[in-house]
């Protein structure tokens, strides 16, 4: 089995009816991967404070085996308990977020914010080791700049204070996607630090998670994870056709009814074939058809009659 496969932590997509769709596709085949599902980030204050959403963020389903949850949050008091309450569910392990660049996350002092500070990051995760026994990880960014021996003394600290993986971003918090991914950094800190480092940013093909997988301990994967679910069961078979695209959305739009709340529904639609109708001759198309309604039953009909349209066309 190759190196481990991670799926990111996105918002509004990587929750438990994406990782039901990725599973679904596992067959009678063993998989090529070893698989890793991080949630989508959960607010520490949210958490605590009994959110009304938090159970479906906290959903474990369908392999808490391979589940690692995201926590975000600014407070180290909330962050320590809420890592203590996660710790309490089947899941193999805990990530702190000291990577998102988002300004609504940022003005709490949370994300990349963490990376200002080496002696405030180093003292939340002490505060948190004795409270996790799962494995404690934390993705992050190359930094507020781009200062690789920075990035090297504070992931240094967090080896220190018990931190067992760290995945790597390697883009600084201002660009965003501006630029590509420094993958040699990613490679560079493997080679300062004890621990696993992960590596994350461009990987849009099968092409790339193989070549990417090199530079590290494990390859996380975003965007193309959501266009292509069946990427992590693909078995190294680069020619095989892609399954029936048709089948795979109506899937979807069942698990997500099964799995997410109404208030959701539609959000995480959108999200999802957002990337999803990249697949589609008319992707652009399909998406402003689908974005245009206001229901999820609305949204089938429209995936539904798009097919058929493709079928009877001459």
Same mark, same amino acid.
């Given at each position: ?171 600084? &918090?201002? =660009?965003?996607?501006? *630029? ?5 950094? /990613?490679?560079?800190? $493997?080679?300062?630090? @004890?621990? %696993? ?8 093909? &099968?092409? =790339?998670?193989?070549? *990417? ?5 494990? /390859?996380?994967?975003? $965007?193309?994870?959501? @266009?292509? %679910? ?85």
């Amino acid at each position: 089995m190759e190196k481990p496969l991670l799926l990111a932590p996105m918002a509004e997509l990587s929750h438990r009816g994406l990782r039901e769709l990725i599973e679904s596709y596992k067959g009678q085949n063993l998989p090529r991967y070893e698989i890793e599902y991080f949630t989508e980030m959960i607010s520490a204050g949210a958490f605590i404070n009994g959110g009304p959403f938090e159970s479906w963020y906290a959903d474990n389903g369908p392999c808490p085996e391979k589940l690692v949850y995201q926590l975000v949050g600014g407070n180290a008091d909330q962050i320590a308990r809420a890592a203590g309450m996660l710790n309490l569910y089947e899941c193999l392990g805990i990530d702190i977020n000291m990577g998102c660049s988002a300004p609504a996350i940022t003005r709490t002092g949370a994300g990349v914010r963490w990376m200002e500070d080496i002696d405030r990051a180093g003292a939340l995760i002490r505060r948190i080791r004795p409270l996790v026994s799962r494995r404690l990880s934390v993705k992050l960014r190359t930094g507020l700049t781009d200062d690789f021996d920075y990035l090297v003394r504070f992931c240094r600290r967090l080896q220190e204070e018990g931190v067992e993986l760290i995945t790597l971003h390697p883009r600084t &918090a201002k =660009e965003k996607f501006k *630029r590509r991914a420094r993958w040699s950094q /990613v490679s560079a800190l $493997r080679k300062e630090l @004890r621990i %696993p480092v992960a590596g994350n940013g461009d990987i849009n093909s &099968a092409d =790339e998670i193989e070549s *990417r997988s090199g530079e590290c301990d494990a /390859v996380m994967i975003g $965007r193309l994870a959501v @266009r292509k %679910p069946w990427i992590f069961y693909q078995n190294g078979d680069k020619e095989a056709p892609d399954p029936d695209l048709e089948e795979a959305g109506l899937r979807f739009f069942g698990l997500l009814a099964k799995y997410q709340p109404a208030e959701f529904h539609i959000s995480r639609a959108r999200r999802f074939f957002h990337y999803f109708c990249d697949n589609l001759k008319w992707g652009n198309y399909v998406k402003n058809l689908l974005n245009r309604e206001t229901s999820l039953l609305d949204m089938e009909k429209t995936w539904r009659r798009f097919f058929a349209e493709q079928i009877i066309r001459p």
